[in-house]
């Protein structure tokens, strides 16, 4: 199979051109700023230079882990003796066709190495019990009938449900290594996959070549989503998987994404099994695992395909849980301290937290401009064009950093959710400072399943940071003239950060269908209109007034019923 993800790779490296001069830039502004800081307004001026140094450290963090990018395209050759393989498909209430085709997939992996194929039930009730049974009977029947015959590879397909555990995913998982160390000890490696991925059929050939090396604890593949026209939630994360991924594996610091994985179970067994301490299991396990010495490895294929969260409350549901992990790592568990891992590791792990945090960075920002623009006071007693002078470098730096790594990857999208994401990332950040080292939140399992509704609610610290900065500018508009003591590279920096969360307003009603009677609205406005007519005696001429209602009627109807937001 081809590797479509070829086209996205970037050997130019000239990011790492722009992100020195970003780099130099930037420092001789952070001492501009620091030389012309309006004290007299420390409360405005303090925190837009501690937000501004903190961008500057955020940034140059990833320059400096982005400087190398290294793409393991040759799949490796497989021993002359294929090992055996065991599968397991951890289910939890996932609706049987879902399940079925996940399977089915796995029934036609070409490969001539023995496989056992573990579905492994994590809901206990009766119903969904029923559910899972029904699936694997069914799969049985199609293996005999379809692919049996055709195969010479021993095949073995068990069902096993879950001892009641409280540990999610991972419990689930550490089960299936004692059933497997029981039934099949034979087996060392683990492919994992997801109910709601489908797997290649040369998944497993393609990586297993990796294991050859006895430090290789586990090959992790492109998790490729199914996705709308444009992506509208961002969820191909071409960014990650096709530049921040190959980086962290430059330095062995890549970490297992949790599905489309192949684990060594012996390397598992050494640090304990799957982790239990985080919400997931796949990152903090692989933290660990190289933290003890073992390779990680990142195969720059798409191997798997799966379900992404398509309405608002999934998606943040999904990305709260990644950094609401990342971010107990940070408090608990740092990376700075983590014994074991190298420098460059340590850098790698921690950029996503340093990331995370930089949500309240641009929050920080954006509501610093507001109050500059109500009280129409700056952070800097220079003038507006010195101000830009100094921060244009920096500025243009940056984009040009940002636009060279990416090089042929749609970026704009990504960056909307890297901003408009902010408050979530802020409170994931609070859940797990506030939680502790011994308490992890509840985990809440990502819906296979997209509900589309009116999600306004959910987006509300977003509206109401463009309302203040929006509402700060039109009272400075209107009071003070363009010309005098007005800060244009503050206020251009706070809309910039803004300007970011309109996108994820937009798709807070993605896919939602306005619930609105046209016709009984009509009739209700027609008997308003008679009523005004004959109270007030309205002239012929001003009636067109009455016919506003109408045709505003009218709009939100038609675009209500869109079925997408463009």
């Not at 999208?413 to 939140?441: E, M």
Request: hydrophobic share 45%; net charge positive; with cysteine.
């Amino acid at each position: 199979m081809s590797n479509k993800y070829t086209c996205y790779i970037n050997t130019k490296n000239y990011h790492n051109y722009a992100g020195i001069i970003f780099i130099i830039s930037t420092i001789v502004y952070l001492f501009w700023l620091v030389a012309n800081l309006n004290l007299t307004a420390w409360w405005v001026s303090m925190p837009f230079f501690l937000a501004q140094t903190f961008n500057f450290f955020s940034l140059s963090l990833s320059i400096y882990n982005h400087r190398k990018l290294t793409y393991r395209v040759n799949r490796p050759p497989i021993p002359q003796n294929p090992p055996p393989l065991a599968i397991v498909v951890p289910v939890y209430k996932e609706a049987k066709e879902i399940v079925k085709k996940t399977v089915k997939s796995l029934l036609h992996i070409s490969y001539q190495g023995e496989i056992v194929i573990l579905v492994s039930n994590d809901a206990l009730d009766d119903e969904h019990k029923k559910s899972v049974i029904e699936a694997v009977k069914e799969i049985r029947s199609y293996w005999f009938e379809h692919c049996q015959k055709k195969s010479t590879a021993l095949r073995r397909l068990y069902l096993r449900h879950s001892r009641p555990h409280r540990q999610a995913k991972a419990g689930n998982l550490n089960q299936c290594l004692q059933f497997l160390e029981k039934y099949a000890p034979h087996i060392d490696l683990l492919l994992v996959q997801d109910a709601d991925e489908v797997a290649y059929p040369d998944i497993v050939k393609s990586i297993v070549g990796y294991f050859s090396d006895p430090e290789v604890a586990y090959v992790q593949t492109i998790k490729q989503s199914k996705v709308s026209s444009e992506d509208p939630f961002g969820n191909r994360d071409l960014m990650w998987y096709a530049r921040t991924a190959v980086a962290k594996d430059s330095v062995n610091a890549m970490f297992s994404c949790g599905s489309g994985v192949i684990w060594r179970i012996s390397a598992l067994k050494k640090i304990g099994g799957f982790s239990t301490w985080n919400i997931v299991e796949d990152l903090t396990t692989s933290y660990n695992l190289l933290a003890a010495g073992f390779k990680g490895i990142y195969h720059y294929e798409a191997l798997s395909y799966g379900l992404a969260p398509e309405d608002l409350a999934n998606f943040i549901k999904q990305r709260g849980t990644w950094a609401l992990d990342t971010m107990r790592i940070f408090f608990w568990d740092n990376p700075l301290v983590k014994k074991g891992l190298t420098l460059n590791q340590k850098l790698q792990f921690l950029e996503t937290p340093i990331f995370y945090l930089n949500g309240l960075s641009n929050i920080l920002l954006i509501f610093i401009t507001s109050l500059c623009l109500f009280f129409s006071i700056w952070p800097t007693t220079a003038s507006a064009q010195t101000h830009a002078l100094y921060l244009l470098p920096s500025f243009i730096a940056m984009e040009a950093y940002f636009l060279l790594l990416a090089w042929n990857i749609p970026f704009n999208r990504i960056r909307q959710f890297w901003i408009g994401l902010a408050p979530c990332f802020v409170i994931a950040s609070f859940k797990a400072l506030i939680y502790g080292p011994n308490k992890k939140p509840a985990y809440v399992v990502t819906r296979k399943d997209n509900k589309y509704q009116n999600y306004i609610n959910l987006v509300l610290p977003q509206i109401i940071l463009l309302g203040i900065i929006g509402l700060g500018l039109i009272k400075t508009l209107i009071s003070t003239p363009l010309y005098s003591e007005f800060d244009w590279a503050t206020v251009f920096w706070g809309f910039f950060q803004a300007s970011f969360m309109i996108q994820i307003i937009k798709v807070s009603m993605w896919n939602y269908t306005l619930d609105f009677n046209f016709s009984l609205s009509l009739r209700f406005v027609n008997k308003i209109k008679i009523f005004a007519q004959d109270k007030f005696k309205v002239m012929p001429i001003q009636q067109i007034k009455y016919l506003m209602p109408r045709f505003l009627i009218f709009l939100m109807a038609f675009w209500g019923r869109k079925n997408n937001i463009q």
